[in-house]
C-alpha cells in the first residue's frame, strides 16, 4: 500500500540553525500539507501546498518557514532560524487528485531544538 | 470559531465495551469529519470519515454518529480491544483544506 515517507525520523538542532525536512508524498497525490504536534498537544495545520503553489498557510507559519517541492517527488519545510518553540513532530500529509479526498499522514520527523 | 472541541481527555474501558468520543465544533462550512488512530511515535492515519449528508456511517466495529443540529459528532468502538489502545483525534474540514484537529483522546482498553 503507498505510504508517506519522512526523513530524517529524529532531529536534533541548536536554535539559530536552519533544518530542512524532508517528505515524500504518495506518487500520483496532488495536495501536500505540513501539520506539527508538539509534545502532549493536537495536530496544528502549517501549510498547504498545490501546483507549485502555497495554496493555504496559517498563523504559525511565519517567514521564518518555507516549503519547496524541488522535484516531481520531495516535499521539503525548512524552519531558517530555529526556535526552542520549534521543538515537536512535524507530519508531512497528500491527498489526491481532487480537493477534499482524504490526507494521509507521514511517521513524523520529531525534531528538538536545544 | 474554527476549533474542535473533543471529550474526554482520557478513557479507559474493558475489553469487549464500547468506547465513545465525541466533538463538537462551531464552523458551519465544515463539511468533512474524519477521525484518525494515532499510535505512539507514528502518523495520524484514518480511521473512518463522514460528511454531514449523513447522519451515521459504520465501518466494521467503527461508528461515526453525526447531529448537524447540534454540530456533534461522536465515535463509537463497538467491542473494544487491547489493540484500539491509541489517541483518537476528531478532525473537520472545509472542502478538503486545512484539517481543524481536537484535542485527542487516550484510549486504554483493559484485557
Known amino acids: 500500500e503507498p505510504e508517506v515517507t519522512q526523513t530524517p525520523s529524529h532531529q536534533v538542532t541548536q536554535m539559530g540553525q536552519e533544518v530542512i525536512l524532508r517528505c515524500v508524498p504518495i506518487?500520483?497525490?496532488?495536495?501536500f500539507y505540513w501539520y506539527r504536534q508538539i509534545l502532549g498537544q493536537k495536530v496544528e495545520f502549517l501549510v498547504s501546498?498545490?501546483?507549485?503553489?502555497?495554496?493555504?498557510k496559517s498563523e504559525i507559519f511565519d517567514d521564518q518557514f518555507s516549503v519547496e517541492r524541488p522535484d516531481g517527488s520531495n516535499f521539503t519545510l525548512k524552519i531558517r532560524s530555529t526556535k526552542l518553540e520549534d521543538s515537536a513532530m512535524y507530519f508531512c500529509?497528500?491527498?489526491?487528485?481532487?480537493?477534499?479526498?482524504?490526507?494521509?499522514f507521514g511517521p513524523g520527523t520529531r525534531l528538538l531544538v536545544l | 470559531q474554527q476549533q474542535v472541541k473533543q471529550s474526554p481527555q482520557s478513557l479507559i474501558v474493558q475489553k469487549g465495551g464500547i468506547s465513545i468520543i465525541n466533538c463538537a465544533y462551531e464552523?458551519?462550512?465544515?463539511?468533512?469529519f474524519p477521525w484518525y488512530q494515532q499510535f505512539p511515535g507514528k502518523g495520524p492515519a484514518l480511521l473512518i470519515a463522514?460528511?454531514?449528508?449523513?447522519s451515521e456511517k459504520k465501518e466494521g466495529r467503527f461508528t461515526i454518529s453525526f447531529n448537524k443540529s447540534a454540530k456533534q459528532f461522536s465515535l463509537h468502538i463497538m467491542d473494544s480491544q487491547p489493540g484500539d489502545s491509541a489517541t483518537y483525534f476528531c478532525?473537520?474540514?472545509?472542502?478538503?483544506?486545512?484539517?481543524?484537529f481536537g484535542e485527542g483522546t487516550q484510549l486504554t482498553v483493559n484485557p
Open positions: 464552523n458551519t462550512a465544515f463539511d468533512y
Open positions: 478532525a473537520a474540514s472545509t472542502s478538503g483544506s486545512r484539517l481543524t
Open positions: 501546498f498545490y501546483n507549485n503553489e502555497i495554496s493555504e
Open positions: 500529509a497528500s491527498s489526491g487528485r481532487n480537493r477534499g479526498e482524504t490526507q494521509y
Open positions: 506518487s500520483n497525490h496532488l495536495y
Open positions: 463522514i460528511r454531514p449528508d449523513v
